[in-house]
């Protein structure tokens, strides 16, 4: 399998370009700043800016003068934040808000089937009774790895685990190996039952980190790495001649998604040179999306479980997304790690 090739000091520009991009946006402190400012950690792990690091102290120091807000799963992806920012400035009290936060996860979030924490938001209106979101893997699932880790709490990284397994049950279609993006648990269906590209990357980024956390003789990890190595052979085939994966991903004439295909080609680094060839095609296709400015394109709207899979295709994109930026960063810092390792 042929070596990547890239310039990897074209990749630090533009990283640092999505950075500066992304601090010019407002954000509240739910998860579309936790995904932008999650790819800014990683983009400050490979590249050293501290700055960067600099950047998110400021606005966490600024959100949490008012004290911690409402609690919810997706805003729970603030957690891996904290943790980052505890890492870099050895201030206890960012590691004490994390721990609150898993706290609410593990003792009071609701929950269906025993342990499958149902997809909770901000906002009144927004309710999904027994209902599990794939986002949840990421918003929760693995800022309960992470911080189970980093404090050797097993029961934070075991509940952690479970949120792994819960979605695979629920979610992952055994024909295809795709994840479905939602289960409602009353009603006993995958409700639209459309694959879409962003979910499916949120499933193959997080199992991918999980990798990195679990250790090869705990039995969860032979059985996130046959959810992740099933899922991947399948999104490999839906890879579009761009290089990129349409929003639907079994409809190649639904529109190019990036922040779906960002997660979907930095999971796929994971193998080794197994895909390279894939991921090669990636970089091209996605840094044809990212503006001079540091605005990654095309990234679609806040997609709650459509009702039908027009629903997804007529979801805008039209806008700059935190999530869009965050996973970009992610693809991007993930490009220059392989690099140095």
């Not at 994840?179 to 879409?196: K, L, Q, T």
């Not at 490999?236 to 409809?251: A, C, N, P």
């Not at 459509?306 to 979801?315: P, T």
Request: hydrophobic share 40%; proline share 3%; net charge negative.
């Amino acid at each position: 399998m042929p070596a990547l090739k890239f310039d990897e000091q074209q990749i630090k520009d533009v990283i640092d370009k999505v950075v500066e991009r992304t601090f010019n946006m407002d954000f509240p402190w739910d998860w579309p700043g936790g995904v932008a400012f999650y790819g800014v950690t990683e983009a400050y792990e490979v590249t050293g800016e501290e700055k960067y690091m600099n950047y998110i102290k400021e606005w966490i120091d600024e959100e949490l003068e008012d004290g911690l807000p409402p609690l919810t799963v997706n805003a729970s992806s603030i957690g891996h934040i904290l943790l980052s920012l505890y890492k870099y400035t050895e201030e206890e009290r960012y590691l004490e808000i994390a721990t609150q936060m898993a706290d609410y996860l593990l003792n009071e979030a609701e929950r269906f089937d025993g342990d499958v924490l149902q997809h909770t938001v901000n906002g009144e209106k927004y309710n999904f009774p027994e209902q599990a979101w794939v986002d949840t893997m990421f918003m929760a699932g693995y800022f309960l790895l992470r911080i189970g880790k980093l404090l050797n709490r097993e029961d934070f990284f075991e509940f952690g685990l479970k949120q792994y397994h819960g979605h695979e049950k629920f979610l992952q279609d055994d024909s295809t190996e795709l994840y479905y993006h939602g289960w409602d648990n009353i009603a006993g269906n995958h409700m639209s039952s459309v694959f879409w590209a962003r979910g499916n990357s949120w499933a193959a980024i997080t199992m991918a980190r999980a990798l990195e956390l679990v250790e090869v003789q705990h039995p969860s990890y032979m059985i996130i790495d046959g959810s992740l190595r099933d899922q991947q052979s399948a999104l490999v085939r839906l890879q579009l001649d761009s290089g990129l994966w349409s929003t639907v991903l079994t409809d190649p004439a639904s529109y190019e998604e990036l922040s779906g295909s960002c997660g979907i080609a930095a999971s796929l680094l994971v193998r080794g040179k197994l895909y390279n060839k894939h991921i090669q095609k990636s970089i091209s296709g996605i840094l044809s999306y990212i503006r001079e400015d540091g605005s990654v394109m095309n990234a679609s709207a806040g997609t709650a479980v459509m009702n039908n899979e027009q629903g997804y295709k007529e979801v805008p994109a039209k806008r700059v997304q935190g999530w869009g930026q965050g996973l970009a960063l992610v693809f991007l810092a993930s490009l220059l790690k392989r690099r140095n390792i």
